[in-house]
Antibody, heavy 118, light 109 residues
Framework: QVQLVESGGGVVQPGGSLRLSCVATGISFSTSAMHWVRQAPGKGLEWVAY????????FYADSVRGRFTISRDNSQNTLFLQMNSLRTEDAAVYYC???????????WGQGTLVTVSS | EIVLTQSPATLSVSPGERAILSCRAS??????LAWYQQKPGQAPRLLIYFGSTRATGTPARFSGSGSGTEFTLTISSLQSEDCALYYCQQYHNWPPQFTFGPGTKVDIK
């Protein structure tokens, strides 16, 4: 059974930092490209970042490039998202998702909520 | 940047009736389009990929069609458990970007 479990969300002030984690079980994590996707409260889905299995490529949405960093630890089946210089508009539920065919997302975690507020 | 437009924003359908959801891309996206279902408080679930291929576990009443810039998700006979938000999503290869449409809410009339 595939499980992606995110953690690390919480309340942070504007300008602050937060590190999200996503632990994967039931998939071959070390051979899976992974993504972070977010959803602001009551809003639609927004892709955030992508990482190849060997970290050889990392791509970011324009809205987070230069502030967020995606990384992974294949020995721990864990995906990370380091979020710096957080803005109020970064407040959202953050989902990790497995890449499917290089185009889509087939497995999703349950999400972790990030609140950015003073 | 490819922009996805979904219509209608809300669709009310009687149980057992057909629901037709539309997704339009601002540029040709080939068949690199997927549909996701999201119920309140849940993560999205992949329903259809490459425009028309059902994902594992997707009921046969869901079908996808289209290519290029016009795509359709059809629910042939709406069930109560199909009430949800439906998002289309495409991939653009350079710069690498994954874009979602704004969603269509389907509810029971």
């Amino acid at each position: 059974q595939v499980q992606l479990v995110e953690s690390g969300g919480g309340v942070v002030q504007p300008g602050g930092s937060l590190r999200l984690s996503c632990v994967a079980t039931g998939i071959s994590f070390s051979t899976s490209a992974m993504h972070w996707v977010r959803q602001a409260p009551g809003k639609g889905l927004e892709w955030v970042a992508y990482i190849r299995p060997d970290e050889s490529d990392k791509f970011y949405a324009d809205s987070v490039r230069g502030r967020f960093t995606i990384s992974r630890d294949n020995s721990q089946n864990t995906l990370f998202l380091q979020m710096n210089s957080l803005r109020t508009e970064d407040a959202a539920v953050y989902y990790c998702a497995r890449d499917f065919w290089g185009f889509f997302f087939d497995y999703w975690g349950q999400g972790t909520l990030v609140t950015v507020s003073s | 940047e490819i922009v996805l437009t979904q219509s209608p924003a809300t669709l009310s359908v009687s149980p057992g009736e057909r629901a037709i959801l539309s997704c339009r891309a601002s540029q040709n996206t080939g068949n690199n389009l997927a549909w996701y279902q999201q119920k309140p408080g849940q993560a999205p679930r992949l329903l259809i990929y490459f425009g028309s291929t059902r994902a594992t576990g997707t009921p046969a009443r869901f079908s996808g069609s289209g290519s290029g810039t016009e795509f359709t998700l059809t629910i042939s006979s709406l069930q109560s458990e199909d009430c949800a938000l439906y998002y289309c999503q495409q991939y653009h290869n350079w710069p690498p970007q994954f874009t979602f449409g704004p969603g269509t809410k389907v509810d029971i009339k």
